[in-house]
């Protein structure tokens, strides 16, 4: 491990520095020589803007053209700094992003230049920032490439291209002049100090270039255009500034031969960056695969001393303990992934486990080995009794959730027995509203009770052998709830449940309908609606409330479609245990329930009463009174008595509440009685154990 180490440290910082050169070599080539054609481009188009802005009224067909080609080498070169952003070292890549941050913003600078926002001034600077920025990256190029030759090369390209760049600028200074007919000082000033400075630039920088691009420099100084631009030059350099009267130059031969020269420096330019860029590459390829080469040299040699290492301490293990080991280590994978988890899924599923009998020991001598299996066989002894505690802890807080459950339904079946006996006879309006509003809260009581029996996985006592009307069961659940007076039942289908699931069905509503009303305005109602489905009949439960957040209401529905498990309703500490009520309720039965955003406010509880507990056909006459279905009277258990129904309740004026309550008349108090006894006389006889 030691040799490997060291062979890593030293092979990473060669291989890295050869690497770096060929990626510095390959940017050059890639990017830095077709950004010299881009900025090229942007000279002209400099110097095509400042005829524009120097005489608005000439034709601006020229510029336009010009800007076209530009757009399409820039669109090159942008794409070609992004990937010498992300390989490139870090100096260079600011440079490069620097460079495209001036780009950017050049479509902004033409329009503000159309528009008369920029002067002549303004857009002089901002392109002579711009082509400064791709100046500057080939500089810091040059002076990043770690081979010196290299790096003498590209510096000659880059004053190559400077001097380029300023005779373009003294140019696009010249051209403004002479279309304006007139020189200002400043720009005389400048434009002189370019002229001087790119000729002396290109007398030094040459000498040193290639032999093709010192080649191409002579043919060029011998050429007539650049004979008559030093002519030209000269005179401008001469006409005094803010000297009214013609130049001695000619506005169309000097385009001609600054067009010319200017061509001419970027092709000495590009042709000194080529003969950089072969030379780096070619260096830099070299020096990559020589790095590489000796770095699997020396990999080979520390790999042979590991393997001579390696097969002489192999001769001092003992064998034995090798097969030792890896017994041990296949009797563990089995147990762990095999036996143990089979005792977990059992454990689940009810079934009572012997520790001691399931978990045969791991036996693997006395000596370090040995004990090391001991060990594993007290963590897995400790895993299994622990998960036998935990599931026989589970069964005694069931058995103590069914044991109150069952005093709480003996007490509230002692408290109807007495409400019955307060009932008969009972005239008074006041008392009459009191026992009803009594009958309410044990009816509540009980449902709290069958919630622990129903958490703990047992069937409540409740149960029906015939069909009920699904309108019943609705406004059964109706009178379960505590804020019943704000629940609006709309018609329902005419279909029945079958006797069996009633009471489910009727608590799992109840809840529902119970959480609607505490989660929305106290002066809101809630609407309760019924339709037919292809796969059974929905109930839509809907509220006006502030409606429930996305993630919460997602939340709630992965609750509401899985049965809850232990650990879900004591670990969570969430004191809502209504939607684990619903949720062990729908599993039961196949009943599917969703929570939705409603259209408006509030939130949509649907429930999906599947066809199978749905009876064939209706059972009862569509005339048999809401709340106490004759033929329930006695054979079937005690249904909810809803105090709400009756007509007027809706119809009552703003302000209304139990103090109005208390005030309504003799006969509607007798006649909610009425039905209060005849519901609940026959109802307790059938609930009485025989």
Known sequence: MILLALWLGFSSLTVYDGYSARVIAVGVKNASIPAVNSLAALQKERQLAMERLSRPDIDPAALIAQRARTDTAVGEMRANLGQLAEEAPSRIATRARDLDALLVQLPHQR??????????????????????????????????????????????????????????????????????????????????????????????????????????????????????????????????????????????????????????????????????????????????????????????????GIVLAARNARRLVDRTLVTRLAKLRDDTLRLASGRLPDIMSRLKRGEQIDVETELSPLEHGNDEIGQVAEAFNTAHHTAVAAAVR????????????????????GLVHRQFKVLDELARGEEHPQRQDALLRLDHLATRARRNAENLIILAGEQPGRQWRKPVRLADVVGAAVAETELYDRIRIHPMPDVSLVGAPVGDVIHLLAELMDNATSFSSPRSEVQVYGSNERRGVLVRIEDEGLGMRPADRDDANVRLSTPPRFEDITLRGDPRLGLFVVAQLAARRGIKVVLQEAAE????????????????????????????????????????????????????????????????????SRGNMAAFQRGTRAARRAEEPE
Do not use: C
């Not at 926002?117 to 600077?125: G, M």
């Not at 007139?182 to 290109?202: K, P, Q």
């Not at 350099?237 to 000297?243: G, I, M, T």
């Not at 935990?390 to 339904?409: D, P, S, T, W, Y």
């Open 601 to 668: 406010n509030g939130t949509v509880a649907t429930v999906l009463l599947p066809t199978e507990i749905l009876a064939t056909e209706p059972m009862f006459d569509t005339r048999t009174d809401f709340t106490r279905p004759a033929e329930w009277e006695e054979v079937e258990p005690r249904l909810p008595t809803p105090p709400r129904i009756r007509p007027d309740a809706r119809n009552s004026e703003p302000g209304d509440g139990d103090s109005g309550r208390a005030g309504h008349s003799s006969e509607r």
């Open 390 to 409: 935990e599931n026989q802890a589970k069964a005694g807080i069931n058995k103590v959730f069914l044991g109150i459950a069952h005093r709480n339904q």
């Open 111 to 304: 329009a503000r230049a159309d528009a008369g926002n920029s002067s002549r001034a303004e857009t002089f600077r901002f392109y002579n920032r711009l082509l400064d920025a791709g100046v500057n990256l080939f500089d810091t190029q040059s002076r990043v490439t770690p081979d010196l030759a290299v790096s003498q090369a590209a510096l000659v390209a880059t004053d190559v291209f400077r001097a380029a760049d300023q005779m373009s600028q003294a140019a696009s200074l010249g051209g403004a002049a002479l279309v304006g007919g007139e020189f200002n000082t400043e720009d005389h000033l400048s434009f002189s100090a370019l002229v001087g400075a790119y000729h002396s630039r290109m007398e030094t920088a040459v000498p040193a270039a290639a032999p093709n691009t010192i080649e191409l420099y002579r043919r060029l100084i011998a050429s007539p255009d650049w004979q008559r631009l030093v002519g030209f030059e000269n005179a401008l350099v001469e006409h005094p500034p803010q000297r009214s009267g013609t130049f001695a130059v000619d506005e169309e031969e000097w385009r001609q031969s600054t067009n010319a020269v200017a061509e001419a420096l970027v092709d000495i330019a590009i042709e000194q960056a080529k003969t950089t860029s072969d030379l780096g590459l070619e260096n830099g390829t070299d020096r990559f695969v020589q790095v590489i080469a000796g770095s699997l040299a020396a990999l080979l040699a520390v790999l042979v």
